[in-house]
């Protein structure tokens, strides 16, 4: 998948996580990809997409929404969560966030990489 086409997916899964947050709800990779429809591999998909969208929430200053993500097995957001250091509270900031008074980002319209 190309640079483009990985930020266009962004903006599919961005809306997905706002609705779990309202929820105070989590979901795991496979079911979100299957959900936005994104094929791969749950790695790829967290490297190029979930980190994109750490990225954006770190710029903006906003509760890192890709917590609400978990391993199918633990059930928990994966170690290797950028910015995060205390999983738990990050995942309440999201909760307690109000979502609907910030507008989707355009990750089409932000440049193309990513921090690592």
Known sequence: MTDLEWREWCEEVWP???ELAS????INYTALM???GVGGEPRE???QCLR???NCCRASKLPMLNVLVVNKRTGKPGGGIPFVSDLGAERERVFAFDWASYPPPRFVELPG???R
């Open 16 to 18: 997905e996580l706002v």
């Open 23 to 26: 929820r105070k709800d989590s």
């Open 34 to 36: 299957e959900k936005v």
């Open 45 to 47: 998909f967290a490297s």
């Open 52 to 54: 994109r969208i750490a």
């Open 113 to 115: 990489r990513t921090e």
